[in-house]
C-alpha cells in the first residue's frame, strides 16, 4: 500500500466489484459494507451477510480480500461478520425474537416430514444459524423420538417454556407436555390453541430460523400458524407414488392461497427408490418415479432433493425400523451404517452421520433461497432485482 492511506470512498470503491452471486449486486449497492476504517497499514469493516446460514460466507470473504489487495498490494485486511436485517414490504409482526420461519409439510402423513424436519434444522445450525424447532404434528408428535427426549419436560421460567437444548437446536413438542401413550383425541380448535400456545408462551429467546413439523394435510393448525407467524416459508415432502401426489398438490396449493402468506421454496422427494445393500448401482423404484419432478414443474418451484430408501445387511424389509433413507445411493457407508444414522440429538455422532452432507446441501439451498426472497421483497431492492 502506498505511503498515503485510501479513503473510506476509494476502499467502497474497491469492494464495490465483489458481487453477491445470488442477488447479482456489488456488495456496496447492497449496502452490506459498513464500519469502514483504515489505521496505517490495516483496513477493517464489516460485511454484512444476507442470511444467517449463509454458505457464501467464505467466498464473499476471499472475495473482498482480493478486491482490496488487488488495489492497495500489502495491505493487511481485517473483517468482522454480521447478518443483514431486511425490512421487508408489508411485513406482518411475529412473536419477538423469531427470524425466519419454515414449515415442513406433507399432504399425507408417512413420507418423511419429521426426519426432514429434523436434519434441517441440525444441518442450519451446522451453518452458524440459531435454530428452534417446534414440533407442530399434534396427533403424532416424532421429535421427541429423533432428539431422544422421551420422558424430559421443558424447563418454565417466569411463566414461559424454555426449549430444550439439543445441542445448539432449541426443541419443542407437545408430545414433551403428554403422556406419550395417551392419544390427543381433539377437535380442531383445541389443536389450534395448543399449537398457538406453544408458539407465543415460549421463550425462543432470539432463533434465525424456526424450523415447525407441521401436521399432515391441510386444516386448522395449518389456518392458525398462517395467521400467527405471516410470511413463513414451506418445504414440502412427498413420496413418487401417486396417492402422495394426490395429497402434496393440495398442501401445495394451500401455499399459494393469497391469504395464507407462504412461500413455497420447493419439494422434497423421499423413497425415491430401493437399492440393495452391496448392489447399489441397482435402483427399484417401488413407488413409481419422477412425481416430485412433476409436482415441481406443475408449482413452478425446484426439487430441492431426492432421498432413496436402503435395506440393511440381513434386515426384513417388511419391518420399518430397517428402511433407511440414503441421500447417496453409491456411498457404501450409508449401507453399512448404524441405525442411529439420522444421529441429529447428538452432534459428534452428527458429524459422521451419512446424511449430513446431504442436509447441508438442502440447508444452503433453502438459506440462500429465503435471503433471496428477502432481499427482492424489501425495501432496498429496485424493480430490476424483484423481475430478475
Request: proline share 7%; aromatic share 6%; glycine share 6%.
Amino acid at each position: 500500500m502506498s505511503s498515503a492511506n485510501p479513503t473510506a470512498e476509494q476502499i467502497l470503491q474497491a469492494l464495490s466489484t465483489v458481487v453477491d452471486p445470488d442477488l447479482k449486486k456489488d456488495l456496496v449497492y447492497l449496502n452490506m459494507v459498513e464500519d469502514v476504517a483504515v489505521d496505517s497499514n490495516r483496513i477493517s469493516f464489516t460485511l454484512l451477510l444476507t442470511t444467517p446460514a449463509c454458505p457464501l460466507r467464505d467466498q464473499l470473504e476471499n472475495d473482498c480480500r482480493v478486491a482490496l489487495n488487488r488495489a492497495f498490494p500489502g495491505v493487511r485486511v481485517d473483517i468482522k461478520m454480521d447478518v443483514r436485517k431486511w425490512e421487508r414490504k408489508g411485513q406482518q409482526p411475529r412473536p419477538e425474537g423469531l427470524g425466519s420461519v419454515i414449515l415442513v409439510l406433507s399432504g399425507k402423513g408417512g413420507v418423511g416430514k419429521s426426519t426432514v424436519a429434523a436434519g434441517l434444522a441440525r444441518s442450519l445450525s451446522d451453518l452458524g444459524a440459531r435454530v428452534g424447532l417446534l414440533d407442530a404434528d399434534v396427533h403424532g408428535p416424532s421429535q421427541p423420538i429423533i432428539w431422544r427426549l422421551l420422558n424430559q419436560r421443558p424447563e418454565v421460567v417466569h411463566e414461559k417454556m424454555r426449549p430444550i437444548d439439543c445441542g445448539g437446536v432449541a426443541v419443542l413438542s407437545l408430545g414433551m407436555l403428554v403422556d406419550p401413550s395417551q392419544p390427543l383425541v381433539w377437535r380442531g380448535p383445541m389443536a389450534g390453541n395448543a399449537l398457538k400456545q406453544l408458539v407465543t408462551d415460549t421463550d425462543w429467546g432470539t432463533v434465525d430460523y424456526l424450523v415447525i413439523d407441521m401436521p399432515p394435510g391441510t386444516g386448522d393448525v395449518h389456518l392458525t400458524l398462517a395467521q400467527l407467524l405471516p410470511d413463513s416459508y414451506a418445504v414440502l415432502v412427498t413420496t413418487p407414488h401417486e396417492l402422495a401426489l394426490a395429497d402434496a398438490r393440495k398442501a401445495a396449493a394451500m401455499c399459494q392461497m393469497e391469504s395464507m402468506r407462504i412461500k413455497l421454496l420447493g419439494f422434497v422427494e423421499n423413497m425415491s427408490w430401493f437399492s440393495p445393500v452391496h448392489r447399489s448401482d441397482e435402483r427399484y423404484y417401488l413407488f413409481g418415479q419422477g412425481g416430485g419432478s412433476v409436482l415441481a414443474k406443475e408449482f413452478e418451484a425446484p426439487l430441492l432433493a431426492q432421498f432413496p430408501l436402503l435395506a440393511r445387511e440381513g434386515s426384513g424389509l417388511n419391518k420399518p425400523e430397517n428402511l433407511k433413507i440414503s441421500s447417496n445411493p453409491e456411498d457404501e457407508m450409508s449401507a453399512h451404517s448404524s441405525d442411529d444414522d439420522l444421529a441429529v440429538a447428538d452432534p459428534l455422532e452428527w458429524h459422521n452421520s451419512p446424511y449430513r452432507p446431504y442436509f447441508q446441501v438442502l440447508s444452503s439451498s433453502l438459506a440462500r433461497a429465503i435471503a433471496v426472497h428477502q432481499a427482492s421483497t424489501s425495501d432496498l431492492m429496485s424493480e430490476d432485482l424483484q423481475t430478475r
